[in-house]
């Protein structure tokens, strides 16, 4: 059997990457990376991962490592990638791809020219629910959808207040960039990636400047450093050229009842679909909605169950089989950077009051 050494740049979110590849018999994880040295040793330590490194070149530098996790900071995600491709090797990346559309278009373009995979981990798509869910849209199920909801809300969730979540140099946004990314990626796989034609965005900032919303003991290490610089909630509305409409919602911290709720709501002229997640449920979170005999009859359907962190474990399968057998990374970068550039333009239709009109490659103003 082939195999693929790999590296772990990160050791936060990275910690899933490792249990991923630890679970997949086609990769050895070789090294891992990171600036918090006593949280990466626990992780090798767990792992077995037999190097760690501070200086995440080292880790690029060797020539057993084929593919790297980059599972960073945003703000490092574009200057981590493109010198991992520059070393040669495929790369993995955390949402969100970038921070903006401009240097995500770098990042794609950089593997695309240097022929190495850049795969994103839009992990949320491999939960059971969805996946039960995209097989039932592409069955016809649904029929033609011509609306969609994409929601993640949180109470009081901010990923530490003062840390580079808060940032806007750091993280690019907030819980848009940070969470509607999951919701945005799952209802456009869910709809066979329709093609957007206008964005119209708000976002808000009213929680968070006040020091409170907090997620507490969520780990992460507070700082002085940074105020909060980023929206608490954004919404937003695509259009798409088929006519159909994409309701999105972010927040990290807002005064509902939702503790943590994410999820993609769908209607088709033959059927519906609730994906509702709350506080991270696996059970019990997709509802189907269609008629039989002129009866409406609602479905739910029962999910394969899946260990818990499922999601890393199967993307990274797929990047492992499109490393070995040259089948297509999906999520791919592109996949990322179509995100980014809908987020990008929620945010500067925010900023500009007014709808924008999206073309092919750039985002031009309306009118
Ligand atoms: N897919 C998901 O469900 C999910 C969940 C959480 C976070 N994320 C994403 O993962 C990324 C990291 O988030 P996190 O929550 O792990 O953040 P974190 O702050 O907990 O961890 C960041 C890690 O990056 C390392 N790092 C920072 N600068 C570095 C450098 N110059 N060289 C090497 N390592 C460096 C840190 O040492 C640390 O190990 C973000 O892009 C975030 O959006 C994804």
Redesign the pocket.
Known sequence: MERVGVGV????????HVEGYRGEPRADIVAI?????P??NEVAAEANVPNV????HQLLSRPDIAAVS?????F??VP?GLDAIAAGKHVL????LARNEAEAETLVNAAENAGLILGM????RARSDMQVLKAFIDEGGLGHIYHAKAFWRRRAGI??MG???TSKEQ?GGGPL??LG??VLDMVLWAMDEPDIVAVSGATYSEIGPKGVGNWSGN???PSDAYGFEVEDLAVGMLRTSSGATIFVEASWAAHTSDTDEFGIYLLGDKGGAELHVRDYASADTLRLFTTINGVPVDSTPRLPSKPQGA??REIIGTFIDSIIGGTPMVPSGRDGLRRTRLIDAIYRSSEERRELILEPSTVTVAG
Do not use: Q, S
Request: some cysteine; glycine content about 14%.
């Open positions: 740049i990160g050791c936060g979110i990275g910690k899933w990376a990171g600036l918090d040295t949280r990466c490194y501070e200086d995440y980059v599972a960073v900071p945003n490092l995600h981590i990346m955390e949402k969100p981990a839009f992990n949320r990923p530490g840390t580079w979540f993280a960039i940070d990314v999951h780990g992460f290490m999601g890393h």
